[in-house]
């Protein structure tokens, strides 16, 4: 930023800058967060690249690439299981709060609570199915 500055004489004029320190801005692009992502964005790809160089076929990169998820899955299938579980005694209890009160609760709380538990419990049992259709498709 420039501005304009006049001194006695009315027909000199200065430029002068503005503060005694000129304005820094922080690059958006640099930083700790944004860093760790780039570094672990190029670590990742790198770790794939080179995995599919040494792979025999394409199913050995998608098994070296899947092989770290088989935790992921797991933790998944719990927590699918829990709330499960937890929708379906929600369920319960709705339903016991309609009978009691059934203008403070409506039906369709109990309903859709029953409907819930019953996919989040399925889940786990969908990828036991699927995981078996994968000998079928080979």
Do not use: C, W
């Not at 690439?65 to 937890?86: F, H, N």
């Amino acid at each position: 930023m420039v501005d304009v500055a006049q001194l006695v004489e009315p027909r000199i004029v200065i430029p002068v800058v503005v503060g005694s320190s000129p304005i820094v801005h922080p690059n958006p692009n640099f930083g700790p967060i944004k860093m760790y992502k780039k570094i672990t964005t190029y670590l990742t790809l790198t770790f794939y690249l080179l995995t599919a160089q040494a792979a025999q076929s394409l199913g050995d990169v998608s098994e070296a690439a899947l092989g770290p998820l088989t935790g992921v899955k797991k933790i998944m299938v719990a927590i699918s299981m829990i709330a499960g579980i937890a929708f379906l005694m929600g369920a319960a209890i709705q339903y016991m709060d309609h009978r009691k009160n059934p203008v403070q609760v409506t039906i369709s709380k109990p309903i859709v609570y029953l409907i819930l538990g019953v996919v989040f419990i399925s889940i786990p049992h969908i990828t036991k199915i699927s995981e078996s259709a994968k000998v079928f498709l080979s």
